[in-house]
């Protein structure tokens, strides 16, 4: 005995609103998915350009050391963009909301550089300089 396949008369093929109503749920979590990892890998991304930041003021403040007498104590990177050691886009961390230029502070000891320290409240961006 075979099974006779019923259809309505006039109905066509399509997608119910169940069906829809699923697609748009998957279709959300995966969105909702991809932007936490968006934004995960954007503030991963801030905090590797402002090591690599406190890493090259580093670097420009012991060359400048070695050309001029320093004074121990803390010193802004903006007196450092004045005498030309660094360049401006150095001054400012990534992840500032402001516009300063003044997000890192030099320490100095005994005319070398000993730190650079990242002062953008909020967040913490660990580097030491040995």
Do not use: K
């Given at each position: 005995?075979?099974?006779k396949?019923?259809?309505?008369?006039?109905?066509?093929?399509?997608?119910?609103?169940?069906?829809?109503?699923?697609?748009?749920?998957?279709?959300?979590?995966?969105?909702?998915?991809?932007?936490?990892?968006?934004?995960?890998?954007?503030?991963?991304?801030k905090?590797?350009?402002?090591?690599?930041?406190?890493?090259?003021?580093?670097?420009?403040?012991?060359?400048?050391a070695?050309?001029?007498?320093?004074?121990?104590?803390?010193?802004?990177?903006?007196?450092?963009?004045?005498?030309?050691?660094?360049?401006?886009?150095?001054?400012?961390c990534?992840?500032?909301?402001?516009?300063s230029f003044?997000?890192?502070?030099?320490?100095?000891?005994?005319?070398l550089?000993?730190?650079?320290?990242?002062?953008?409240?909020?967040?913490?961006?660990?580097?030491?300089?040995?």
């Open positions: 005995m075979a099974l396949r019923f259809s309505r008369a006039g109905a066509q093929g399509g997608f119910t609103l169940v069906e829809m109503m699923v697609v748009v749920i998957i279709i959300s979590i995966l969105a909702a998915m991809g932007i936490a990892n968006y934004i995960r890998m954007s503030n991963h991304a905090l590797a350009s402002c090591v690599s930041n406190q890493r090259n003021i580093y670097q420009a403040a012991t060359i400048y070695s050309d001029n007498v320093v004074p121990d104590g803390d010193m802004d990177v903006e007196d450092l963009f004045a005498v030309r050691a660094v360049a401006r886009n150095l001054c400012e990534p992840s500032s909301n402001n516009a003044d997000d890192y502070t030099i320490t100095w000891l005994n005319g550089p000993r730190d650079v320290s990242c002062d953008v409240e909020g967040d913490s961006h660990l580097w030491t300089a040995h």
